[in-house]
């Protein structure tokens, strides 16, 4: 009985370094290779030439100033998410609330605005309702790390059902607010005073949302990368016995890690109903709570790589958006395109940690002897 044992044809092995330049001419390999598959889908499906496609999709990002604009609008806050999420991620805390911490920020500054939009001026309001939206945010996020701190809950699923929760207290107060009543919606809030509104800075509506993005995700790169709070939360990230053995209190870094996340997420929905959107819905935060831990894991969780997967995220989804208007095609065609793309992207991490190795033939093996 022949017991030889078989080499595998394919084996693989994890990578033990890699280069910066060969990583990007990875990723850059795979772009280019999705940018082809999209092609080849585009013709056989539609028939369409897929290069007048890839103008679309680049029209609808930067074919006017005005589009451009809502393009840095929507990255902003999508990198603001993205961001917050970050430091909870790194520690290995699975964070799945981002929706509904920011929702909670939404709804601390809605209900400033709306009860007290009629006895305050702008000058006391935009203050008041930037320290309830990040306090009530921290709030959000504090609770399932309390829990997780002291009796080791399970803090996917608690953070997941914080978003219910949040969607539905939501939802409650928008059927207490809603203008005109029986419509099921609050509209503009305070739009003929605009108590609690943002300024706008020369002549910009979104500027100042862009430049407050701008600044958080340098600040956050800076305290990852250089404060004491950053690295003893690797190190928890890292091992948390690891930690507890040279003396790092880690029930204290979950809840403060947590607290800064949930402020920041707080911070977004401010944004949001104060600076860009002026109003209060479930759908919001739009997603961005999931597509926030997606951003953030391209760019292994460094705010400053979060700027190229933000941008990638936000050119696909206002390019898909395009495609369908232009073309005249089910939107979800575009989203098809930007799956393709995203898959190829995700896919290219596997092979910058990961080497294919394929057996080699008898012939080969003996010419190497």
């Keep these: 009985m022949d017991k030889t044992v078989k080499e595998p044809f394919i084996h693989i092995t994890k990578r033990k370094e890699i280069s910066k330049k060969r990583e990007w001419a990875i990723r850059l390999a795979s772009i280019l290779l ?12 539609t028939h369409l030439n897929p290069f007048s496609v890839y103008a679309s999709m680049w029209n609808g990002s930067f074919g006017s100033e005005r589009k451009v604009w809502v393009l840095a609008k929507e990255l902003s806050i999508l990198l603001m998410v993205s961001v917050a999420l970050a430091p909870s991620f790194k520690m290995k805390f699975w964070n799945l609330g981002g929706e509904g911490q920011v929702l909670a920020g939404v709804l601390a500054t809605s209900a400033c605005m709306v009860y007290l939009g009629g006895s305050m001026t702008n000058a006391g309001m935009i203050p008041l309702t930037l320290v309830c939206a990040v306090a009530f945010g921290a709030l959000w996020a504090f609770i399932p790390a309390f829990f997780k701190a002291k009796w080791n809950t399970n803090e996917t699923l608690f953070t997941l059902m914080m ?6 207290l939501v939802a409650y107060f928008i059927i207490k607010w809603e203008s005109p009543k029986g419509s099921g919606k609050v509209g503009i809030i305070n739009q003929n005073t605009q108590v609690g509104w943002l300024p706008t800075l020369a002549g910009k509506p979104y500027l100042l949302v862009v430049l407050v993005a701008i600044l958080v995700t340098v600040l956050m790169y800076i305290y990852l990368k250089y404060s004491k709070h950053g690295f003893e939360l690797s190190v928890v990230g890292d091992s948390q016995n690891t930690a507890k053995y040279v003396g790092i209190k880690v029930d204290r870094v979950i809840m403060r890690t947590l607290l800064l996340t949930g402020a920041i997420c707080g911070l977004t929905g401010w944004l949001m109903v104060a600076g860009t959107d002026h109003t209060i819905t479930t759908t ?22 979060m ?12 390019g898909a958006a395009e495609i369908s208007t232009a073309f005249g095609l089910n939107k979800s065609f575009g989203d098809i395109l930007t799956g393709i793309i995203l898959f190829f992207v995700i896919g290219s991490e596997f092979f910058i940690n990961y080497q294919v190795h394929f057996r080699k033939s008898h012939r080969k093996e003996a010419a190497d002897v």
């Design 307 to 318: 700027l190229l997967s933000g941008f990638l995220i936000v050119f696909m989804s206002r």
């Design 34 to 45: 999705a940018l082809i598959v999209c092609a080849i889908v585009t013709t056989v499906t």
């Design 284 to 305: 919001l935060a739009g997603g961005r709570g999931f597509l926030g831990v997606l951003v953030a894991w391209l760019a292994h969780f460094n705010p400053i790589g």
């Design 163 to 168: 978003n219910y929760v949040g969607i539905q």
